[in-house]
């Protein structure tokens, strides 16, 4: 996690400060290849000590791709995730609360290391649409959303496939918030669901308590009658 934050810092000032001299871009060109070179260790190392490594492939897919592809490398950022565990607590058990949470924290990780992505790439592209952070951000937010307005989109490759993954990941995003909706109508519904159906009980209760007594009665008419004809007959 220090390392990812350290890779935020220094990839943040690369693509935001404009007025690096060549001396200290170097030097923030090399933080990051070292912190990148740490995480490839890392990878390495956990696959080595990995019984399973084919196993270990497929559940760290993420890491392989973030690694291997130079444009994916800033999601790195999304182990600040961590963090988010000091907020369990004011999450509360439920299962609901805790996905809220990190939902919301991992947009927002998404949200600003898109927008520094595609600045990153785009910013000397030809015929560049996106030049500052703020419009970097706008079309971050535009696309995460799905509702891509058009007005600002990326020219390069590299550009395109932040795109897509971004694309991607709002529609992900779009079915956790259906899920959270779902998930708190539900719980509403039930929870004014038992006083309904305890005033549901209650009321066939007395239906059939009305019911009863109508039977009884007949029952008690059917046996006057019965004895009055047994009368006369004698």
Not at 91 to 105: D, E, F, P, S
């Amino acid at each position: 996690m220090i390392a990812a934050f350290a890779f935020f810092i220094a990839y943040a000032w690369s693509v935001l400060d404009t007025s690096l001299s060549p001396l200290e871009e170097q030097i923030l060109f090399w933080t990051q290849i070292a912190l990148w070179a740490l995480f490839v260790i890392d990878y390495l190392v956990r696959l080595a000590l990995c019984p399973e490594p084919w196993t270990f492939v497929k559940r760290n897919w993420f890491d392989l791709l973030v690694i291997s592809l130079p444009m994916f490398r800033p999601l790195r950022l999304l182990q600040l995730l961590a963090v988010l565990r000091v907020f369990d607590r004011h999450a509360g058990n439920a299962m609901r609360g805790k996905v809220a949470t990190y939902a919301i924290g991992t947009t927002l990780i998404v949200l600003i290391v898109s927008a520094l992505a595609i600045l990153d790439v785009e910013r000397n592209a030809a015929d560049t649409q996106i030049q500052t952070f703020p419009q970097a951000l706008w079309w971050a937010i535009a696309t995460v959303t799905t509702v891509g307005y058009g007005d600002t989109v990326p020219v390069s490759a590299d550009g395109r496939v932040i795109a897509i993954a971004l694309m991607i990941f709002g529609i992900a995003l779009l079915g956790v918030v259906t899920g959270l909706l779902s998930s708190w109508i539900i719980q509403k519904v039930t929870e004014e669901d038992p006083e309904d159906e305890t005033s549901q009980i209650l009321q066939k209760m007395s239906e059939q308590e009305i019911l009863i007594r109508e039977l009884t009665q007949e029952v008690k008419a059917l046996r006057e009658g019965l004895s009055q004809q047994e009368e006369q007959a004698s």
